[in-house]
């Protein structure tokens, strides 16, 4: 059995949308939005509300804890990816993050982090919302790919990423900021580092042809390899493809890597061989949802929190 990892939460919280469909808000910068002709918009919408459910169905039964609501508003579409309004750290630390795009700001929710105070040990909830008006935003672990063992935050400059917020989270959150400019095949610059990054406990999968600079690439490797982790470069296409769009998780039976079919599928042979030693991938059928530009890791908030002892023949009903 694997020892638990600080890297891989046990838990997560996932939003089942009922109005789901691509943000034309967030269209102009996220260039990995797509539209579906094929479909009507209540179509997509079903279609999106069923993946979350059967995602959440599969990783419970992979013996991850997940902790569904309902999002019953028309006002936010992208409710589905509820890694960039708030995080969680151990220690008992919550995070509230600047949203760039208006109608993202409706889908911070004081149910879910009253949930967390009941069900997990939460000692403080920092903020950083206020910086809005200001126009300074870090949208949560879709701007930051944090290596939690290291005590690293890697950071994609966008207009989702301020570097102002970003080094009040690492002075406030103990995190050492490594800031970069990244962009896809086209030299358009990418707005989420979630997208081209993920950091599991003994691996790490990143798009090193994003990061434009080279020395800062180099530096970037060299940081991954010197943790002891593999490090698996993805080409453009597979990032394209949400292969970076992954997040480990502990499960029933050792630690899972969560990602989508789609991201599975543009992974070559020899790079599955390698995460298999590490964890047992976990494919997710969400292609209605990566319309909206984001996958997999996106949809899941971790909770690296302490859980509270649940008292003899109680039973939740939090999710709603």
Same mark, same amino acid.
């Given at each position: 059995?694997? !020892?638990?990892?600080?890297?891989?939460?046990?838990?997560?919280?996932?939003?089942?949308?009922?109005?789901?469909?691509?943000? %034309?808000?967030?269209?102009?910068?996220?260039?990995?939005?797509?539209? /579906?002709?094929? &479909?009507?918009?209540?179509?997509?919408?079903?279609?999106? !509300?069923?993946?979350?459910?059967?995602?959440?169905?599969?990783?419970?039964?992979?013996?991850?804890?997940?902790?569904?609501?309902? /999002?019953?508003?028309?006002?936010?579409?992208?409710?589905?990816?509820?890694?960039?309004?708030? %995080?969680?750290?151990?220690?008992?630390?919550?995070?509230?993050?600047?949203?760039?795009?208006?109608?993202? &700001?409706?889908?911070?929710?004081?149910?879910?982090?009253?949930?967390?105070?009941?069900?997990?040990?939460?000692?403080?909830?920092?903020?950083?919302?206020?910086?809005?008006?200001?126009?300074?935003? =870090?949208?949560?672990?879709?701007?930051?790919?944090?290596?939690?063992?290291?005590?690293?935050?890697?950071?994609?400059? %966008?207009?989702?990423?301020?570097?102002?917020?970003?080094?009040?989270?690492?002075?406030?959150?103990?995190?050492?900021?490594?800031?970069?400019?990244?962009?896809?095949?086209?030299?358009?610059?990418?707005?989420?580092?979630?997208? =081209?990054?993920?950091?599991?406990?003994?691996?790490?999968?990143?798009?090193?042809?994003?990061?434009?600079?080279?020395?800062?690439?180099?530096?970037?490797?060299?940081?991954?390899?010197?943790?002891?982790?593999?490090?698996?470069?993805?080409?453009?296409?597979?990032?394209?493809?949400?292969?970076?769009?992954?997040?480990?998780?502990?499960?029933?039976?050792?630690?899972?890597?969560?990602?989508?079919?789609?991201?599975?599928?543009?992974?070559?042979?020899?790079?599955?061989?390698?995460?298999?030693?590490?964890?047992?991938?976990?494919?997710?059928?969400?292609?209605?949802?990566?319309?909206?530009?984001?996958?997999?890791?996106?949809? =899941?908030?971790?909770?690296?929190?302490?859980?509270?002892?649940?008292?003899?023949?109680?039973?939740?009903?939090?999710?709603?």
């Amino acid at each position: 059995m694997q !020892k638990l990892s600080v890297q891989a939460p046990r838990a997560v919280v996932m939003i089942r949308p009922h109005h789901f469909g691509p943000n %034309s808000e967030t269209a102009s910068d996220n260039l990995f939005q797509a539209t /579906d002709a094929g &479909r009507n918009a209540d179509e997509i919408a079903a279609s999106a !509300k069923g993946e979350v459910t059967r995602a959440a169905a599969m990783l419970e039964d992979a013996g991850v804890t997940v902790h569904l609501f309902e /999002d019953q508003g028309q006002e936010t579409p992208d409710s589905v990816f509820p890694n960039n309004w708030f %995080s969680t750290h151990a220690g008992g630390h919550v995070a509230l993050y600047p949203m760039f795009s208006p109608s993202r &700001r409706k889908e911070r929710r004081p149910d879910i982090i009253e949930m967390l105070k009941r069900r997990y040990r939460v000692q403080d909830v920092i903020d950083y919302s206020g910086l809005e008006p200001d126009g300074v935003f =870090l949208e949560g672990t879709g701007a930051m790919v944090l290596d939690h063992i290291e005590r690293v935050a890697y950071a994609a400059r %966008s207009n989702r990423t301020n570097e102002v917020a970003l080094e009040r989270f690492c002075t406030h959150f103990n995190f050492e900021p490594v800031v970069f400019d990244a962009a896809d095949a086209g030299g358009r610059a990418i707005y989420h580092t979630n997208v =081209l990054m993920c950091i599991g406990t003994d691996f790490a999968l990143i798009g090193l042809a994003t990061v434009k600079n080279t020395a800062r690439r180099a530096e970037i490797a060299e940081r991954l390899a010197q943790t002891g982790r593999t490090v698996i470069d993805l080409t453009h296409e597979q990032i394209a493809d949400f292969a970076g769009n992954a997040i480990e998780l502990d499960g029933r039976k050792g630690r899972v890597l969560a990602l989508s079919a789609r991201a599975l599928e543009a992974l070559r042979s020899e790079q599955v061989a390698t995460l298999e030693k590490h964890a047992r991938i976990l494919p997710l059928d969400v292609s209605t949802i990566e319309l909206a530009g984001g996958s997999v890791r996106c949809m =899941l908030a971790g909770i690296h929190l302490a859980a509270r002892p649940v008292p003899s023949g109680a039973c939740h009903a939090d999710e709603t």
